[in-house]
């Protein structure tokens, strides 16, 4: 099938997935494989823009593998190592965990590319892509079930056209980001108990765009008008992108005093000016605004699925607590939903049907619930900024240590692993309650 853009023959299907991001491409692509009639509805064209780190881990780069799309290093696709650590003035090198489960590195592609790919992989497995299509809100059953959405048609500067159009299906995926204006139509609000972060980022023309580690910074320092040092808050990261740019970007977290109290902005431009002038970050070398997202964490909307809707990625709060990390899980997520879907589309009445549907909810709880929960009372810990500082002061320097917090930050134990740090993580996992 080909890409379109919103054409009113096109009204009907399987599945409809909203949202043509990594979690909504990942799981048209897998239903398309499954051999479901899948429509997914993009509000913008191809290629776009997102705010983002760029950085994937082995991870999400094992959700690339199973979703068998090439990341070839002569195609674009930068490799990493590892990880490098900035703070209490010392620098830890720590490269990715060996094991068996996930990919020994990892990768940096910017998302402008990478949404682009997946969506037309999608394509390739047969999803209808739709672009320009921005979806204005659910189509609704007697029972309050969703069976569709309306929407309107944009054009590539996202004018609206005057044009609207209903698209119907049995079951709706929302994977429509953050915001995710159908969850709301549904009645699915945000929890209040879950952590949100902000996160800010730009690129600047840079020798530091070939790097083989992603760059974490756990201090962020500038300088006040007397000159004196002073603590920002929030972390940092120099990702190089190897097109001769580096994304470097910060964020916050909700549990930090200074959330929503700050000018992230400036926060980072005051952040950059300390860096070494011959890394060239500044606002000559800026190729692009500094532009922000949330960052919704640790399962902040739910349930995952009720009355025909279910959700996939940053609609379902699925951004890593610990690291900030989005990506994988909207892919991961998308991989268990297209399972879940494909097993219920098998199904001959409605009744068994909606079983098999409600156990997304179980899976998805089996599968993070707990780990979630480590990664919720993490931020709690760290938004305050002395025991942040005392954590970098005495952590860094104990690299076993520091080993340990890599694998169980990125999510990287090993499932059923024999060494000591991946019994630990399981294990304290497997006995968190569930998010």
Not at 50 to 76: F, H, M, Q, S
Not at 267 to 277: D, F, L
Not at 297 to 303: I, S
């Amino acid at each position: 099938m080909s890409t379109t853009n919103v054409d009113s023959r096109v009204d009907a299907a399987d599945v409809i997935v909203v949202g043509a991001g990594p979690g909504g491409s990942a799981t048209a692509a897998y239903l398309a494989m499954a051999g479901l009639d899948v429509l997914l509805l993009e509000k913008t064209y191809f290629p776009r823009e997102k705010v983002c780190g760029d950085g994937l881990t082995p991870r999400a780069v094992r959700e690339l593998i199973n979703l068998g799309i090439p990341t070839p290093e002569d195609d674009g696709w930068i490799r990493n190592k590892g990880l490098r650590i900035i703070g209490a003035g010392m620098r830890l090198q720590l490269d990715w965990p060996e094991n068996s489960a996930f990919p020994p590195y990892g990768l940096v592609r910017t998302r402008m590319d990478f949404d682009d790919i997946l969506a037309q992989h999608a394509v390739k497995n047969g999803a209808r892509l739709i672009q320009g299509c921005n979806v204005s809100g659910p189509i609704t059953d007697a029972r309050g079930a969703i069976v569709g959405v309306t929407a309107k048609s944009v054009d590539e500067n996202g004018r609206a056209t005057g044009e609207t159009h209903e698209y119907r299906a049995p079951l709706v995926i929302a994977a429509d980001g953050n915001s995710s204006r159908l969850s709301l139509a549904m009645g699915r609000e945000k929890r209040d108990d879950r952590p949100m972060g902000v996160a800010v980022r730009t690129y600047y023309t840079s020798p530091r765009t070939n790097d083989d580690y992603l760059e974490s910074w756990l201090e962020l320092w500038a300088k006040d008008p007397s000159g004196k040092d002073v603590l920002l808050p929030g972390y940092g990261w120099i990702f190089g992108v190897g097109d001769g740019t580096s994304n470097v970007g910060l964020g916050i977290l909700n549990t930090s005093k200074a959330f929503g109290n700050v000018d992230y902005k400036d926060v980072m431009r005051r952040w950059v000016a300390t860096m070494p002038e011959e890394w060239t970050y500044n606002d000559e070398t800026m190729t692009q605004p500094i532009r922000g997202a949330a960052l919704p964490m640790g399962f902040n909307r739910q349930p995952h699925y009720a009355d025909g809707l279910l959700l996939v990625g940053d609609s379902g709060g699925m951004v890593n607590p610990f690291n900030g990390e989005g990506i994988a899980y909207a892919m991961e997520s998308g991989r268990t939903a297209a399972e879940v879907v494909a097993h219920a589309f098998a199904r001959a009445d409605v009744a068994s049907r909606e079983r098999v549907l409600q156990s997304y909810n179980t899976r998805m709880k089996q599968d993070l619930g707990g780990y979630y929960t480590l990664g919720r009372h993490f931020a709690t810990i760290i938004g305050n900024p002395e025991v942040m500082r005392l954590a970098t002061k005495y952590g860094l320097p104990r690299t076993t240590l520091m080993k340990f917090l890599l694998k169980i930050m990125a999510n990287l134990a090993e499932p059923g692993g024999k060494g000591a740090s991946d019994r630990i993580i399981n294990a304290l996992s497997k006995i968190a309650p569930d998010a």
